[in-house]
């Protein structure tokens, strides 16, 4: 079933209608591949080619008895083409189908996923770029440490995002490989001439070693890329919420006209696309567990990936579709708050200056243990609500000693944290400018 969530261009090509016509572009190459050998006569594949078609309906009812989904499209098929469907599925087993479609049905999705981080990546240098200097507070374990800017953090996740745009490539060059190889991968009823040829048709790699199916650690690579993607993307939408707090506030998802926040306080405006990130992250996690599960087959093949993959593949590729068009739009919407964000740097009342204070004093000649001691002194003063920082140094006879008062005053001063924005902006738009 496909999720309601769903865009139509992913949508549509896990649709039983674009599955099974996957299957009889394998089904057609392989008999073209046996034309040129001979064994199929060119009159007979003008015809399959021109009559071969199915019936979803069909297929299902076919499939209650024979209990086989691939025997009930070749049956379908069969009653379309007549006599020279006796060619169709020559050497063939159901695996050398199933992976080589589901190979062009994964290359189709990430190829979508691909334009999706795209698009993504326009956005976030916009913000980037719009934000280079505005400033705000950086924080680590949630506790202002030093002054960034929100440009800063936008050219973060863009950089982020780059690296999952080249992950995303890889994984759908290792995803583009079928088999044509026959039961177990040995070339006993098909020859190797057909796999090389219908794959080329097909625009895929053959698998240089198979058994009955593509091994799965194809797959398994395939999917832990949707759950890298899916996991910056929660990142991102974490960063958002924690922005959006009421005693935060420095951003905002958008909030339109006509919208409602809660059914019983109409004062509220939640952070509810990044917390429907946060959750749809976790499934995207859980698929790509599946799929490293799958690696481990019996022997040459057994089906219990297959169950699974009818799940993960549509499920997974459809959610992170989803969420990068969600994430693109929320972020071309976020509303940002710059005053808010110079305010929340004066609620330490000039702590976040210590590591100034601290490399002046070093510079006077104190060792780097005395200035600590001597800069926490005043700075632990200040948490306990004793004044301002600026107050407290001024008023410590050890820090005095060393500096003057203008010296001081001099490390309260946001601009040498943006002396070097330029340089980062230059090292990480280089490349993709």
């Keep these: 079933m496909i999720p309601r969530y769903s865009r139509p261009e992913m949508a549509r090509i896990w649709e039983p209608e674009n599955r099974f016509n996957k299957w009889l572009e394998v089904e057609?190459?392989?008999?073209?591949?046996?034309?040129?050998?001979?064994?199929?006569?060119?009159?007979?594949?003008?015809r399959i080619k021109k009559t071969a078609r199915f019936d979803i309906a069909r297929i299902d009812e076919i499939e209650k008895t024979v209990k086989h989904d691939v025997i009930a499209f070749l049956t379908s098929v069969a009653e379309f083409v007549g006599p020279d469907s006796r060619y169709i599925h020559i050497g063939l087993t159901s695996s050398d189908v199933l992976d080589t479609s589901l190979a062009l049905l994964l290359r189709e999705a990430a190829e979508i996923i691909i334009k999706d981080i795209e698009a993504l990546l326009a956005v976030l240098k916009d913000k980037a770029h719009e934000h280079k200097t505005t400033v705000m507070m950086g924080r680590s374990h949630g506790i202002h440490a030093e002054p960034t800017t929100f440009g800063l953090k936008m050219a973060l996740w863009h950089d982020e995002m780059q690296r999952n745009l080249e992950r995303m490539r890889r994984a759908r060059e290792v995803i583009s490989y079928g088999k044509l190889s026959g039961a177990v991968g040995t070339f006993s009823s098909v020859e190797p001439f057909v796999e090389e040829y219908a794959l080329k048709i097909l625009g895929l790699k053959p698998e240089s070693v198979a058994t009955q199916v593509v091994h799965r650690d194809r797959h398994a690579e395939y999917f832990s890329t949707l759950a890298i993607v899916a996991s910056s993307l929660e990142k991102f939408a974490v960063e958002i919420r924690h922005l959006q707090r009421t005693e935060v506030l420095e951003a905002e998802e958008p909030f339109t006209a006509g919208q409602k926040g809660s059914s019983a306080m109409p004062h509220k405006r939640n952070p509810i696309l990044s917390e429907n990130l946060t959750g749809l992250a976790r499934l995207v996690r859980g698929y790509s567990v599946s799929a490293m599960e799958d690696v481990a087959l019996w022997h040459e093949r057994d089906i219990s990936h297959s169950s699974v993959e009818r799940v993960i593949a549509p499920d997974a590729t459809i959610l992170l579709d989803f969420m990068l068009g969600r994430m693109t739009g929320l972020a071309r919407g976020l509303v940002v708050y710059p005053d808010n964000m110079l305010a929340n740097m004066e609620k330490l009342k000039g702590l976040v200056y210590s590591q100034r204070v601290l490399l002046a004093l070093v510079a006077k000649g104190l060792t780097r243990e005395q200035a600590y001691a001597a800069v926490q002194r005043?700075?632990?003063?200040?948490?306990?609500?004793?004044?301002?920082?600026?107050?407290?140094?001024?008023?410590?006879?050890?820090?005095?000693?060393y500096m003057s008062a203008k010296e001081v005053e001099r490390c309260f001063d946001v601009r040498p944290y943006l002396r070097h924005v330029d340089y980062i902006f230059k090292r990480t738009f280089k490349k993709k400018d």
């Design 28 to 46: 057609l190459s392989a008999c073209e591949a046996w034309c040129r050998l001979g064994r199929i006569p060119k009159k007979s594949l003008d």
């Design 378 to 401: 005043c700075a632990m003063q200040v948490w306990e609500g004793l004044g301002d920082f600026n107050s407290s140094l001024l008023d410590d006879a050890e820090v005095m000693n």
